[in-house]
Protein backbone atom coordinates (compact mmCIF):
# COMPACT_ATOMS: atom_id res chain seq x y z
CA UNK A 1 0.00 0.00 0.00
CA UNK A 2 1.50 3.02 -0.80
CA UNK A 3 4.33 1.71 -2.96
CA UNK A 4 5.53 1.80 -6.19
CA UNK A 5 8.48 0.35 -8.70
CA UNK A 6 9.84 0.34 -11.73
CA UNK A 7 11.81 -2.47 -13.75
CA UNK A 8 12.75 -3.54 -16.85
CA UNK A 9 11.49 -7.47 -18.83
CA UNK A 10 11.30 -10.11 -17.87
CA UNK A 11 10.54 -9.18 -14.70
CA UNK A 12 7.36 -9.26 -12.33
CA UNK A 13 5.47 -6.15 -10.27
CA UNK A 14 3.32 -8.17 -7.77
CA UNK A 15 0.64 -5.86 -5.43
CA UNK A 16 -1.64 -7.54 -3.28
CA UNK A 17 -4.97 -6.99 -1.23
CA UNK A 18 -6.50 -3.96 -3.05
CA UNK A 19 -9.88 -2.20 -1.75
CA UNK A 20 -10.20 1.18 -2.91
CA UNK A 21 -6.72 1.44 -2.93
CA UNK A 22 -5.96 1.88 -6.89
CA UNK A 23 -2.92 0.18 -9.08
CA UNK A 24 -1.84 2.23 -12.19
CA UNK A 25 0.74 0.14 -14.37
CA UNK A 26 2.20 2.55 -17.29
CA UNK A 27 4.28 0.57 -19.77
CA UNK A 28 6.54 1.51 -22.18
CA UNK A 29 5.53 -0.51 -25.32
CA UNK A 30 8.80 0.07 -27.29
CA UNK A 31 11.48 -0.32 -24.48
CA UNK A 32 9.49 -2.80 -22.35
CA UNK A 33 10.00 -0.97 -19.25
CA UNK A 34 6.99 0.08 -17.11
CA UNK A 35 6.21 0.64 -13.03
CA UNK A 36 3.42 0.08 -10.86
CA UNK A 37 1.95 2.35 -8.35
CA UNK A 38 -0.46 1.37 -5.56
CA UNK A 39 -2.24 4.57 -4.87
CA UNK A 40 -4.39 5.09 -1.84
CA UNK A 41 -5.62 8.65 -1.75
CA UNK A 42 -7.09 10.57 -4.72
CA UNK A 43 -4.78 13.80 -4.09
CA UNK A 44 -2.32 15.01 -2.16
CA UNK A 45 -3.35 18.58 -1.17
CA UNK A 46 -5.55 17.27 2.05
CA UNK A 47 -2.40 16.09 3.13
CA UNK A 48 -0.05 18.35 5.81
CA UNK A 49 3.84 18.02 5.43
CA UNK A 50 5.89 15.24 3.49
CA UNK A 51 4.25 11.78 2.81
CA UNK A 52 5.39 9.07 0.75
CA UNK A 53 4.85 9.90 -2.93
CA UNK A 54 3.54 6.36 -4.31
CA UNK A 55 0.64 7.17 -1.78
CA UNK A 56 -1.31 9.78 -3.91
CA UNK A 57 -1.98 9.77 -7.68
CA UNK A 58 -0.79 12.87 -8.28
CA UNK A 59 2.75 12.42 -6.58
CA UNK A 60 2.59 8.69 -7.18
CA UNK A 61 2.06 9.15 -11.46
CA UNK A 62 4.45 11.87 -11.15
CA UNK A 63 7.10 9.94 -9.58
CA UNK A 64 6.53 6.64 -11.61
CA UNK A 65 6.87 8.78 -15.27
CA UNK A 66 10.38 10.78 -13.58
CA UNK A 67 11.48 7.15 -12.52
CA UNK A 68 10.53 5.77 -15.73
CA UNK A 69 12.10 8.51 -18.00
CA UNK A 70 15.50 7.81 -15.84
CA UNK A 71 15.31 4.64 -17.63
CA UNK A 72 15.16 6.48 -21.06
CA UNK A 73 11.87 5.54 -21.35
CA UNK A 74 9.59 7.83 -23.14
CA UNK A 75 5.72 8.76 -21.83
CA UNK A 76 4.49 9.19 -26.00
CA UNK A 77 5.34 5.27 -26.06
CA UNK A 78 3.46 4.19 -22.06
CA UNK A 79 0.32 3.19 -21.79
CA UNK A 80 -1.46 2.56 -18.26
CA UNK A 81 -3.76 0.15 -17.00
CA UNK A 82 -6.02 0.64 -13.83
CA UNK A 83 -6.93 -2.18 -11.69
CA UNK A 84 -8.89 -1.54 -7.75
CA UNK A 85 -10.91 1.27 -6.78
CA UNK A 86 -13.66 -1.16 -5.12
CA UNK A 87 -16.59 0.20 -2.96
CA UNK A 88 -15.54 -3.15 0.18
CA UNK A 89 -18.31 -2.41 2.40
CA UNK A 90 -22.04 -1.81 1.23
CA UNK A 91 -23.57 0.29 4.01
CA UNK A 92 -26.09 3.06 4.12
CA UNK A 93 -23.82 5.31 6.32
CA UNK A 94 -21.71 6.09 2.86
CA UNK A 95 -23.46 6.99 -0.16
CA UNK A 96 -21.81 8.08 -3.36
CA UNK A 97 -18.43 6.40 -5.06
CA UNK A 98 -16.36 6.28 -1.84
CA UNK A 99 -12.53 6.74 -2.05
CA UNK A 100 -12.55 4.25 -4.31
CA UNK A 101 -14.53 5.94 -6.96
CA UNK A 102 -12.40 9.50 -6.12
CA UNK A 103 -9.01 7.20 -6.91
CA UNK A 104 -10.19 6.24 -10.21
CA UNK A 105 -11.38 9.38 -11.25
CA UNK A 106 -8.40 11.31 -9.87
CA UNK A 107 -6.28 9.01 -12.19
CA UNK A 108 -7.92 8.89 -14.79
CA UNK A 109 -7.74 12.78 -14.88
CA UNK A 110 -4.34 13.12 -14.36
CA UNK A 111 -3.40 10.65 -17.24
CA UNK A 112 -5.47 12.10 -19.65
CA UNK A 113 -3.58 15.43 -18.99
CA UNK A 114 -0.38 13.82 -19.70
CA UNK A 115 -1.89 12.35 -22.77
CA UNK A 116 -1.34 8.90 -21.29
CA UNK A 117 -4.02 6.27 -23.03
CA UNK A 118 -5.91 4.01 -20.34
CA UNK A 119 -5.85 1.17 -22.60
CA UNK A 120 -7.77 -1.22 -20.01
CA UNK A 121 -9.30 -1.25 -16.51
CA UNK A 122 -10.54 -3.95 -14.06
CA UNK A 123 -12.21 -1.42 -11.65
CA UNK A 124 -14.98 -0.99 -9.01
CA UNK A 125 -16.91 -3.47 -7.57
CA UNK A 126 -17.25 -4.48 -4.30
CA UNK A 127 -14.23 -7.16 -3.95
CA UNK A 128 -10.28 -7.05 -3.35
CA UNK A 129 -8.15 -7.69 -6.02
CA UNK A 130 -4.29 -8.64 -6.33
CA UNK A 131 -2.12 -7.80 -9.45
CA UNK A 132 0.70 -9.00 -11.26
CA UNK A 133 2.38 -7.15 -13.78
CA UNK A 134 4.57 -9.06 -16.11
CA UNK A 135 7.00 -6.88 -17.81
CA UNK A 136 7.92 -8.87 -20.88
CA UNK A 137 4.24 -8.21 -22.10
CA UNK A 138 2.98 -6.02 -20.20
CA UNK A 139 -0.04 -7.40 -19.73
CA UNK A 140 -1.68 -7.46 -16.40
CA UNK A 141 -3.54 -10.09 -14.16
CA UNK A 142 -5.89 -9.29 -12.26
CA UNK A 143 -6.71 -11.83 -8.72
CA UNK A 144 -9.85 -12.15 -6.95
CA UNK A 145 -11.42 -14.41 -4.18
CA UNK A 146 -13.76 -17.00 -5.82
CA UNK A 147 -13.44 -15.05 -9.46
CA UNK A 148 -11.60 -16.00 -12.22
CA UNK A 149 -8.00 -14.82 -13.31
CA UNK A 150 -8.31 -11.75 -15.05
CA UNK A 151 -5.69 -11.00 -17.56
CA UNK A 152 -6.26 -7.37 -19.05
CA UNK B 1 7.69 9.94 5.46
CA UNK B 2 5.65 9.93 9.15
CA UNK B 3 6.62 11.19 11.63
CA UNK B 4 7.17 7.87 13.64
CA UNK B 5 7.28 8.14 17.32
CA UNK B 6 6.45 5.87 19.77
CA UNK B 7 2.71 6.51 20.43
CA UNK B 8 3.22 5.36 23.97
CA UNK B 9 5.68 4.71 26.69
CA UNK B 10 6.46 1.42 27.51
CA UNK B 11 4.46 1.54 30.38
CA UNK B 12 1.92 2.51 28.80
CA UNK B 13 1.80 -0.17 26.40
CA UNK B 14 2.01 -2.55 28.80
CA UNK B 15 -1.43 -0.62 30.34
CA UNK B 16 -2.82 -1.13 27.18
CA UNK B 17 -2.31 -4.69 27.04
CA UNK B 18 -3.43 -5.59 30.25
CA UNK B 19 -6.49 -3.39 29.51
CA UNK B 20 -6.71 -5.33 25.71
CA UNK B 21 -6.53 -9.03 28.71
CA UNK B 22 -9.45 -8.09 29.95
CA UNK B 23 -11.20 -7.35 26.82
CA UNK B 24 -9.98 -10.52 26.03
CA UNK B 25 -11.34 -12.39 29.39
CA UNK B 26 -15.03 -10.59 28.71
CA UNK B 27 -14.99 -11.60 24.97
CA UNK B 28 -14.13 -15.21 25.89
CA UNK B 29 -17.04 -15.13 29.02
CA UNK B 30 -19.18 -13.58 26.01
CA UNK B 31 -18.10 -16.18 23.46
CA UNK B 32 -19.26 -18.93 26.41
CA UNK B 33 -22.82 -17.31 26.55
CA UNK B 34 -23.34 -17.22 22.80
CA UNK B 35 -21.31 -20.56 22.14
CA UNK B 36 -22.90 -22.52 25.13
CA UNK B 37 -19.27 -24.40 25.67
CA UNK B 38 -16.56 -23.95 27.56
CA UNK B 39 -14.05 -21.03 25.85
CA UNK B 40 -10.48 -20.83 26.46
CA UNK B 41 -8.01 -17.99 26.27
CA UNK B 42 -4.34 -17.15 25.23
CA UNK B 43 -2.89 -13.81 25.79
CA UNK B 44 -3.55 -11.72 23.62
CA UNK B 45 -1.06 -9.89 21.13
CA UNK B 46 -1.47 -5.80 21.21
CA UNK B 47 0.55 -4.30 18.89
CA UNK B 48 0.24 -0.09 18.12
CA UNK B 49 1.70 0.19 14.93
CA UNK B 50 2.41 3.31 12.97
CA UNK B 51 2.35 2.86 9.50
CA UNK B 52 -0.38 0.74 7.39
CA UNK B 53 2.75 -1.54 5.88
CA UNK B 54 3.72 -2.92 9.73
CA UNK B 55 -0.04 -4.87 9.54
CA UNK B 56 2.00 -7.07 7.47
CA UNK B 57 3.92 -8.45 10.30
CA UNK B 58 0.59 -9.93 11.87
CA UNK B 59 -1.14 -11.31 7.98
CA UNK B 60 -0.61 -11.40 4.78
CA UNK B 61 -2.39 -8.40 3.01
CA UNK B 62 -3.85 -11.12 1.05
CA UNK B 63 -4.69 -13.59 4.06
CA UNK B 64 -9.03 -14.13 3.13
CA UNK B 65 -10.85 -13.18 5.74
CA UNK B 66 -14.60 -11.98 6.94
CA UNK B 67 -14.83 -8.63 8.47
CA UNK B 68 -17.39 -6.81 10.55
CA UNK B 69 -16.65 -3.22 10.70
CA UNK B 70 -18.38 -1.22 12.61
CA UNK B 71 -17.81 2.78 13.60
CA UNK B 72 -16.60 3.85 17.23
CA UNK B 73 -18.28 7.28 18.45
CA UNK B 74 -18.59 8.82 21.73
CA UNK B 75 -15.04 9.87 23.16
CA UNK B 76 -13.25 8.18 20.89
CA UNK B 77 -14.48 8.17 17.46
CA UNK B 78 -13.00 5.93 14.38
CA UNK B 79 -13.56 2.58 12.87
CA UNK B 80 -13.31 -0.57 15.00
CA UNK B 81 -12.74 -3.92 12.79
CA UNK B 82 -13.34 -7.78 14.12
CA UNK B 83 -11.78 -9.88 11.92
CA UNK B 84 -11.60 -13.76 11.48
CA UNK B 85 -9.31 -15.54 8.64
CA UNK B 86 -11.81 -17.61 6.34
CA UNK B 87 -10.70 -21.10 7.42
CA UNK B 88 -11.52 -20.62 11.39
CA UNK B 89 -15.25 -18.81 10.20
CA UNK B 90 -16.83 -22.11 9.71
CA UNK B 91 -15.91 -23.20 12.82
CA UNK B 92 -17.46 -20.71 14.58
CA UNK B 93 -20.47 -20.33 12.55
CA UNK B 94 -20.85 -24.25 13.14
CA UNK B 95 -20.38 -23.88 16.96
CA UNK B 96 -22.84 -20.85 16.81
CA UNK B 97 -25.54 -23.02 15.11
CA UNK B 98 -24.62 -25.82 17.56
CA UNK B 99 -25.35 -23.66 20.49
CA UNK B 100 -28.97 -22.43 18.47
CA UNK B 101 -30.23 -25.66 17.78
CA UNK B 102 -27.93 -28.44 18.94
CA UNK B 103 -25.08 -30.95 17.55
CA UNK B 104 -25.70 -31.75 14.27
CA UNK B 105 -28.47 -29.08 13.32
CA UNK B 106 -28.19 -26.74 11.10
CA UNK B 107 -30.80 -23.97 10.64
CA UNK B 108 -30.15 -23.48 6.96
CA UNK B 109 -31.70 -26.50 5.99
CA UNK B 110 -33.36 -26.01 2.77
CA UNK B 111 -31.81 -22.65 1.88
CA UNK B 112 -30.50 -21.23 -1.39
CA UNK B 113 -26.98 -20.94 -1.17
CA UNK B 114 -27.35 -17.13 -1.38
CA UNK B 115 -30.00 -16.98 1.89
CA UNK B 116 -27.43 -19.51 3.90
CA UNK B 117 -24.22 -17.33 3.04
CA UNK B 118 -26.25 -14.39 3.85
CA UNK B 119 -27.18 -16.21 7.20
CA UNK B 120 -23.83 -16.70 8.21
CA UNK B 121 -22.34 -13.25 7.59
CA UNK B 122 -25.21 -12.12 9.70
CA UNK B 123 -23.59 -14.80 12.48
CA UNK B 124 -20.03 -12.96 12.14
CA UNK B 125 -21.81 -9.76 12.39
CA UNK B 126 -23.51 -11.11 15.72
CA UNK B 127 -20.03 -12.09 17.09
CA UNK B 128 -18.94 -8.70 15.66
CA UNK B 129 -21.33 -6.76 18.01
CA UNK B 130 -21.14 -8.58 21.25
CA UNK B 131 -16.91 -9.09 20.87
CA UNK B 132 -16.77 -5.56 19.94
CA UNK B 133 -19.14 -4.54 22.98
CA UNK B 134 -17.48 -6.32 25.83
CA UNK B 135 -13.71 -4.83 24.72
CA UNK B 136 -15.24 -1.23 24.87
CA UNK B 137 -16.78 -2.26 28.36
CA UNK B 138 -13.12 -2.73 29.41
CA UNK B 139 -11.70 0.34 27.86
CA UNK B 140 -14.31 2.04 29.57
CA UNK B 141 -13.45 0.24 32.94
CA UNK B 142 -10.44 1.21 32.66
CA UNK B 143 -9.82 5.05 30.83
CA UNK B 144 -13.57 5.78 31.66
CA UNK B 145 -14.00 6.73 28.21
CA UNK B 146 -17.59 6.24 26.97
CA UNK B 147 -16.94 4.81 23.23
CA UNK B 148 -20.28 2.81 21.25
CA UNK B 149 -19.45 1.18 17.98
CA UNK B 150 -22.14 1.12 15.18
CA UNK B 151 -23.89 -1.51 13.49
CA UNK B 152 -21.96 -4.07 12.11
CA UNK B 153 -21.73 -4.38 8.03
CA UNK B 154 -19.75 -7.64 6.93
CA UNK B 155 -17.60 -8.61 3.99
CA UNK B 156 -15.40 -11.30 3.06
CA UNK B 157 -12.30 -10.44 0.74
CA UNK B 158 -8.88 -10.10 1.44
CA UNK B 159 -7.64 -8.05 4.79
CA UNK B 160 -6.18 -5.38 3.35
CA UNK B 161 -8.61 -4.67 0.90
CA UNK B 162 -11.24 -4.70 3.49
CA UNK B 163 -9.13 -1.96 5.45
CA UNK B 164 -7.53 0.69 3.09
CA UNK B 165 -10.53 2.30 2.64
CA UNK B 166 -10.57 2.78 6.75
CA UNK B 167 -7.09 3.45 6.86
CA UNK B 168 -6.84 6.30 4.54
CA UNK B 169 -10.51 7.84 5.40
CA UNK B 170 -9.20 7.63 8.90
CA UNK B 171 -5.75 8.84 9.00
CA UNK B 172 -4.44 10.41 6.48
CA UNK B 173 -1.99 12.18 8.44
CA UNK B 174 -0.04 9.99 10.92
CA UNK B 175 -1.25 6.70 11.05
CA UNK B 176 -1.88 4.55 14.63
CA UNK B 177 -3.53 1.35 14.25
CA UNK B 178 -4.10 -0.59 17.68
CA UNK B 179 -4.69 -4.92 16.49
CA UNK B 180 -5.12 -7.28 19.18
CA UNK B 181 -4.53 -10.73 18.12
CA UNK B 182 -7.11 -13.02 20.17
CA UNK B 183 -6.39 -16.84 20.59
CA UNK B 184 -9.39 -18.62 21.74
CA UNK B 185 -9.73 -22.26 22.20
CA UNK B 186 -13.36 -23.96 21.84
CA UNK B 187 -13.97 -27.60 21.77
CA UNK B 188 -10.24 -28.54 20.70
CA UNK B 189 -10.90 -25.85 17.66
CA UNK B 190 -7.99 -22.62 17.50
CA UNK B 191 -10.32 -19.53 16.87
CA UNK B 192 -8.02 -16.74 15.82
CA UNK B 193 -9.72 -13.42 16.26
CA UNK B 194 -8.08 -9.74 15.22
CA UNK B 195 -9.85 -6.59 16.60
CA UNK B 196 -8.54 -3.08 14.80
CA UNK B 197 -9.44 -0.24 15.94
CA UNK B 198 -8.30 3.24 14.03
CA UNK B 199 -8.78 5.92 15.97
CA UNK B 200 -9.18 9.00 14.42
CA UNK B 201 -6.43 11.37 14.30
CA UNK B 202 -8.44 13.99 16.64
CA UNK B 203 -9.08 11.04 19.12
CA UNK B 204 -5.64 9.56 19.27
CA UNK B 205 -4.66 12.15 21.80
CA UNK B 206 -7.98 11.66 24.26
CA UNK B 207 -7.19 7.95 24.25
CA UNK B 208 -3.44 8.14 24.81
CA UNK B 209 -4.29 10.87 27.67
CA UNK B 210 -6.70 8.52 28.98
CA UNK B 211 -4.47 5.85 29.22
CA UNK B 212 -1.78 7.67 31.16
CA UNK B 213 -4.06 9.25 33.52
CA UNK B 214 -5.73 5.77 34.18
CA UNK B 215 -2.22 3.98 34.76
CA UNK B 216 -1.37 7.36 36.77
CA UNK B 217 -4.30 7.00 39.35
CA UNK B 218 -3.71 3.12 39.44
CA UNK B 219 0.01 3.22 40.60
CA UNK B 220 -1.09 5.66 43.15
CA UNK B 221 -3.72 3.19 44.03
CA UNK B 222 -1.74 0.61 44.20
CA UNK B 223 0.34 2.67 46.57
Known amino acids: MGRGAVTTAPHII ?30 SISLNGSHPAYKCADTAIATLIKELRSMRASPRDMVAKL ?3 AKMFLSSDDFGPGIGGQNILSVKRI ?10 ENTGGNYGRSVEFYLDSGKVMVRAIGRENMEI | MNDKKQLLSTEQADFLTEMMNI ?3 NAATALTQVLQCRVDIGIPRVLVIADVQELSILTSPSLPVVCARMGMVGDVSGGLFLIVPEEQKEDLIRLAEQAVWGAGQS ?3 GLTSQESDDLKLSVIAEIGNIVAGVYLTAVHDFCKLNIYHTVPTVATDMVQALLDESLVRLSRQVQYIIVVENEFMVEEKLIRIFLVM ?24 GG
Not at chain 1, 36 to 43: G, R, S
Not at chain 2, 198 to 221: F, H, T, W, Y
Open chain 2, 198 to 221: IPSVESVNILVNSIGQARMAMVKD
Open chain 2, 23 to 25: GAG
Open chain 1, 14 to 43: LSSGLGSCVVVTLYDTKRKLGGLAHIMLPD
Open chain 2, 107 to 109: WRA
Open chain 1, 111 to 120: LTRRRIPVIA
Open chain 1, 83 to 85: VGG
